[in-house]
Structure formats: structure tokens, C-alpha cells
């Protein structure tokens, strides 16, 4: 069934009164850690404030808030997890980390305090926690969004050794976020973020927190929009101190996502006179309900159980779930019905082996197999050409590794990107999803922005976001592409 999502959607007009229209229809869920008493590296000043500060925000606009204070490794995932949990079949959470951060071999880690000197790079990953898998978790859990705010680039705790360095670039690397996630860092990739303006600032949080924290509670502001009102603000006081330091966001969401519904300062609004003189205020806001009864008009009178599956995975615990759980029951019967009329072996041949729960993986051959018959996948060039679209010959950047495999019906892709130059390249990216015989089957995707630093590798990981989804094409263009 062919169908394109959130096409003709209207902004739906909804009477505000000074309630949060979002907070009554969604769980609202925000874990906040902040590390200050690190035990053996260098300590920080302001980062409990700061996390103090921004839980106290988050309780005032109505989530559900977990804050916890110089938290270790054990606590740190066991709270995480634990937040994972609240959030998943479809809740909203926020996650606030205030502290250390580090950068090893382009990978971004949250720092526990109670972490040893590491001795060598992988160190760091038995000891600090991830965010890719932070973020991996979140996506599994199915969660409808997740904002991760990450004042973690402060400075670079570790010494550099004879020979090979720690963590020795400053600030966090660029991120892959999956869909349905936002990323804010308190500073652009390899920036230390400012814990202070000088011997004299006597605020009592950091140079981004201070600077996000009033847009928390203002209406209508989304958390794109409020990253921009507070770069501007952070360039403009780090300069002036003689620091570079640009908040950066990654995003991977098909909308806006407001800590508090209703009109922007100082937007303008229809008023019409009121009964007694007074005006009725009347705001434009996109319903996240009006979203998904869109998604549901668009495959209600479906044949066919895939586009039930598809509601289901975005909305687990949607409105319409019971209908379409009942609807692909009922198309389920329908089809072993069928079967018992044909000859016995055909069901058999049709049934996948007993053993397919577990994810396989796909071949990288130009035309995929039936699910049943997945086999090993292939690393091969040849296996790679034939799944990679680039506009032009690129230079310096090659894909040197792909690799998909399924699971939960939904196609994995990870693809390694290799710079055999020295310099730092940018890349642009994005994927062609295909059924069997090659047709689309979602519709194209934004280029999404990717650098990757000199002689050095960078992963890309993406789910598929239709079960229709069986075959796939990479598709990359870099500034220094020649004509083909």
C-alpha cells in the first residue's frame, strides 16, 4: 500500500489556557546526573549546580524527575537504565549530564567519579559510559523522544603520555543519532565548554547552563530553537574572553519537541473580541495526536498487516494499538485458512526456521533474499558497490566496511567511512529503503552531515523505519567529489 507519512497534516488550532497540552497526553520522564567530586582526576565546580539548576526546571514544566549528584559507574547505569525503562512504548524523556566527558578514537563517553587514570584508550570504555550505547538502549526501548543534553565538554581531565595520549583532543566528537533522538552538546566538536567567564564570574553555573536554562520554561519555544537563542548568547560571551565555544545540535526527529506548549515571546496571535470585551487567544501547535491519527487514516481500510506493524512500532501504545493488534490477528487467520487448502507442504516451505528470533545477516549482494533464506553477509568491494549511490567520485573518503543485518523485522546498517587523507572531510549521507523489487518504500530522507577527521574512521548506524524495508541503498556525496 502505497502511502507517504505526515503528508497532509494541518497545524491544528488549539485553545491554551496556561496548560501544558503535551505533559496530559504523554509520560514526561527526565534522569539529570551531575558530577563534581571526581576522586582521581581533576574536580569541577559547577557541575552539580547546573544539574541541580535544570532538574529543578524540568519538575516546574511537569516532568518526572530522577536527579542524582556525583554519581559513580555502578549507579550511573543502573539510574540509566532504569530511566530507559520509564521511557519506553512511546514516553518523552530528558537527559541532563553535567561533568567530565571524554573523546577516545572518536567516541563519546560520560565520566563516573569514581573512574581510575586510565592507562590506555580502552580503559575508558570499561569504565565510563557510552553514550552510542546510551543511545542505542533508547532506541530499542521505542521510546517517541528523547532529548540528550550533554554539558560534558568542559575540559580534558587525562595527561598525555610519552608516545600515545588519552582523550587528548578537547570537547566531544560529532554523533549519529537514531531516529526519534535530539542531541544538544554544550559545545561544537573538540570545544572545551567554559565553566566559568573569569576569576570574577561568580554565577553559580556554567557558561551553557546559564544560558539554556530560562528557555526551559518558556512557552513555545522548541529545543532547536532555544539551542540557537543560547549559541548565539555562549559565541558571544566566550569570545569575549577569548574562547571559542558553539553549542551543536544533532538531530534525527521528524518534528519539534517544546518543554512547554503554547505562543513564543513575542509571536503573533489571532485574538477576536470576547463576550465581555476581552480577547480569546488562539495558537497554532502541532498535536502529537492529530500525528498519529494522520498515521492511522492512512492505512485503515489496508489490506495488508505490514502497515498495521508499522503503526505499532511507532506507536505501541497508540490509541488505534488494540484495533491493529486484533486486525493483524484476524489477517493472520485468514492467511492459515488459505493454506489449509493448498497442498501440505506449502505452509512448511512458507514458515520461517524455528531458529529465526534470532537476528540474521543479510547478504550484501545486489538482489536480497527472501527473509527464510538470509545467509552470511558479504564484506567483499563488489558486495559494498553494489549497495552504496555516490554523487561523484569521492577523494578522500571511502566506505571500507558495510554490514546489515535484521532484527525485530527491521533492518540494522552499519557502515564504516575511512578518511585516507590528513586533513579533516566533511561527508553528506542518507538512505534509499527498498522492498525486493526495488521499489521505495519511505520516502527520501534529508542529507544528514558527517565529518570525519584526518586518517581516521567513522561509523554510521541506522535502523530501518518500515518493516517494508528489505533492501537498502547508502547514498554519499562529499565537497571534494569530482565528476564521474
Same mark, same amino acid.
Given at each position: 500500500?502505497?502511502?507517504?507519512?505526515?503528508?497532509?497534516?494541518?497545524?491544528v488550532?488549539?485553545?491554551?489556557?496556561?496548560?501544558?497540552?503535551?505533559?496530559?497526553?504523554?509520560?514526561?520522564?527526565?534522569?539529570?546526573?551531575?558530577?563534581?567530586?571526581?576522586?582521581?582526576?581533576?574536580?569541577?565546580?559547577?557541575?552539580?549546580? @547546573?544539574?541541580?539548576?535544570?532538574?529543578?526546571?524540568?519538575?516546574?514544566?511537569? *516532568?518526572?524527575?530522577?536527579? *542524582?549528584?556525583?554519581?559513580?559507574?555502578?549507579?550511573?547505569?543502573?539510574?540509566?537504565?532504569?530511566?530507559?525503562?520509564?521511557?519506553?512504548g512511546?514516553?518523552? =524523556?530528558?537527559f541532563?549530564?553535567?561533568?567530565? =566527558?571524554?573523546?577516545i578514537?572518536n567516541?563519546?563517553?560520560?565520566?563516573?567519579? #569514581?573512574?581510575?587514570?586510565?592507562?590506555?584508550? @580502552?580503559?575508558?570504555?570499561?569504565?565510563?559510559?557510552?553514550?552510542?550505547?546510551?543511545?542505542?538502549?533508547?532506541?530499542?526501548? $521505542?521510546?517517541?523522544?528523547?532529548?540528550?543534553?550533554?554539558?560534558?565538554?568542559?575540559?580534558?581531565?587525562?595527561? /598525555?603520555?610519552?608516545?600515545?595520549?588519552?582523550?587528548?583532543?578537547?570537547?566531544?566528537?560529532?554523533?549519529?543519532?537514531p531516529?526519534?533522538?535530539?542531541?544538544l552538546?554544550s559545545?561544537?566538536?573538540?570545544?572545551?565548554?567554559?565553566?566559568?567567564?573569569?576569576?570574577?564570574d561568580n554565577?553559580?553555573?556554567?557558561?551553557?547552563?546559564?544560558?539554556?536554562?530560562?528557555?526551559?520554561?518558556?512557552?513555545g519555544?522548541?529545543s532547536?530553537?532555544?539551542?540557537?537563542?543560547?549559541?548565539?548568547?555562549?559565541?558571544?560571551?566566550?569570545?569575549?574572553?577569548?574562547?571559542?565555544q558553539?553549542?551543536?545540535?544533532?538531530?534525527?526527529t #521528524?518534528?519539534?519537541?517544546?518543554?512547554?506548549?503554547?505562543?513564543?515571546?513575542?509571536?503573533?496571535?489571532?485574538?477576536?473580541?470576547?463576550?465581555?470585551?476581552?480577547?480569546?487567544?488562539?495558537?497554532?501547535?502541532?498535536d502529537?495526536?492529530?500525528?498519529?491519527l494522520s498515521?492511522?487514516?492512512?492505512?485503515k481500510?489496508?489490506?495488508?498487516?505490514?502497515?498495521?506493524?508499522?503503526?505499532?512500532?511507532?506507536y505501541?501504545?497508540?490509541q488505534?494499538?488494540?484495533?491493529?493488534?486484533?486486525?493483524?490477528? +484476524?489477517?493472520?487467520?485468514?492467511?492459515?485458512?488459505?493454506?489449509?487448502?493448498?497442498?501440505?507442504? +506449502?505452509?512448511?516451505?512458507?514458515?520461517?526456521p524455528?531458529?529465526?528470533?534470532?537476528?540474521?545477516?543479510?547478504?550484501m549482494?545486489?538482489?536480497?533474499?527472501?527473509?527464510?533464506?538470509?545467509?552470511s553477509?558479504?564484506?567483499?568491494?563488489?558486495?559494498?558497490?553494489s /549497495?552504496?549511490?555516490?554523487?561523484?567520485?569521492?577523494?578522500?573518503? $571511502?566506505?571500507?566496511?558495510?554490514?546489515?543485518t535484521?532484527? @525485530?523485522?527491521?533492518?540494522?546498517?552499519?557502515?564504516?567511512?575511512t578518511?585516507?587523507?590528513?586533513?579533516?572531510?566533511?561527508?553528506?549521507?542518507r538512505?534509499?529503503?527498498?522492498?525486493?523489487?526495488?521499489?521505495?518504500?519511505?520516502? @527520501?530522507?534529508?542529507w544528514k552531515?558527517?565529518?570525519?577527521?584526518?586518517?581516521?574512521?567513522?561509523i554510521?548506524?541506522?535502523?530501518?523505519?518500515?518493516?517494508?524495508?528489505?533492501?537498502?541503498?547508502?547514498?554519499?556525496?562529499?565537497p571534494d567529489?569530482?565528476?564521474?
Amino acid at each position: 500500500m502505497k502511502r507517504t507519512l505526515l503528508i497532509g497534516l494541518s497545524l491544528v488550532v488549539t485553545l491554551l489556557l496556561g496548560s501544558n497540552v503535551m505533559a496530559a497526553t504523554e509520560r514526561r520522564v527526565a534522569l539529570v546526573i551531575g558530577n563534581n567530586d571526581y576522586q582521581n582526576i581533576s574536580k569541577l565546580e559547577k557541575a552539580v549546580n @547546573d544539574a541541580n539548576s535544570v532538574a529543578a526546571e524540568l519538575r516546574k514544566v511537569g *516532568f518526572e524527575v530522577q536527579a *542524582f549528584n556525583n554519581v559513580g559507574q555502578k549507579k550511573m547505569n543502573q539510574v540509566i537504565n532504569d530511566f530507559v525503562q520509564k521511557v519506553s512504548g512511546g514516553g518523552v =524523556g530528558v537527559f541532563f549530564f553535567a561533568g567530565h =566527558g571524554l573523546q577516545i578514537n572518536n567516541q563519546n563517553f560520560l565520566v563516573p567519579v #569514581d573512574m581510575d587514570p586510565p592507562r590506555e584508550a @580502552d580503559d575508558v570504555a570499561d569504565q565510563a559510559i557510552s553514550v552510542s550505547v546510551l543511545q542505542d538502549k533508547l532506541a530499542v526501548a $521505542k521510546a517517541k523522544y528523547t532529548l540528550l543534553v550533554l554539558d560534558a565538554c568542559r575540559n580534558n581531565p587525562l595527561p /598525555k603520555k610519552a608516545g600515545r595520549s588519552i582523550g587528548s583532543t578537547r570537547g566531544l566528537a560529532m554523533t549519529n543519532s537514531p531516529s526519534g533522538q535530539t542531541v544538544l552538546y554544550s559545545a561544537g566538536a573538540n570545544q572545551e565548554a567554559l565553566d566559568s567567564l573569569g576569576n570574577n564570574d561568580n554565577n553559580p553555573n556554567g557558561l551553557f547552563t546559564r544560558e539554556f536554562l530560562p528557555m526551559i520554561s518558556q512557552p513555545g519555544v522548541s529545543s532547536t530553537d532555544a539551542l540557537k537563542k543560547t549559541r548565539s548568547m555562549v559565541i558571544q560571551k566566550a569570545k569575549s574572553v577569548g574562547h571559542e565555544q558553539q553549542p551543536a545540535i544533532y538531530d534525527q526527529t #521528524d518534528g519539534d519537541f517544546y518543554f512547554v506548549s503554547g505562543p513564543a515571546p513575542g509571536q503573533s496571535v489571532t485574538t477576536s473580541p470576547g463576550a465581555q470585551g476581552g480577547t480569546t487567544t488562539v495558537v497554532q501547535s502541532v498535536d502529537p495526536k492529530a500525528i498519529e491519527l494522520s498515521f492511522w487514516d492512512s492505512i485503515k481500510d489496508s489490506k495488508e498487516a505490514e502497515d498495521y506493524q508499522d503503526y505499532l512500532s511507532k506507536y505501541p501504545s497508540g490509541q488505534f494499538a488494540p484495533l491493529a493488534t486484533r486486525r493483524i490477528a +484476524a489477517m493472520s487467520k485468514t492467511v492459515s485458512r488459505g493454506s489449509d487448502s493448498a497442498s501440505a507442504s +506449502a505452509p512448511a516451505a512458507a514458515l520461517p526456521p524455528a531458529t529465526a528470533s534470532t537476528p540474521a545477516p543479510l547478504a550484501m549482494g545486489s538482489t536480497p533474499p527472501p527473509p527464510p533464506a538470509a545467509s552470511s553477509i558479504s564484506g567483499g568491494n563488489s558486495s559494498i558497490a553494489s /549497495k552504496l549511490e555516490q554523487q561523484g567520485i569521492m577523494n578522500n573518503l $571511502k566506505v571500507t566496511d558495510l554490514r546489515a543485518t535484521k532484527r @525485530d523485522n527491521l533492518l540494522r546498517i552499519q557502515a564504516e567511512i575511512t578518511n585516507i587523507s590528513a586533513g579533516n572531510q566533511q561527508l553528506y549521507y542518507r538512505f534509499k529503503w527498498m522492498d525486493r523489487d526495488g521499489f521505495n518504500v519511505w520516502e @527520501d530522507e534529508p542529507w544528514k552531515p558527517m565529518i570525519v577527521y584526518g586518517n581516521q574512521k567513522q561509523i554510521i548506524n541506522v535502523v530501518s523505519p518500515t518493516f517494508k524495508a528489505t533492501d537498502f541503498r547508502l547514498i554519499l556525496q562529499s565537497p571534494d567529489s569530482t565528476s564521474n
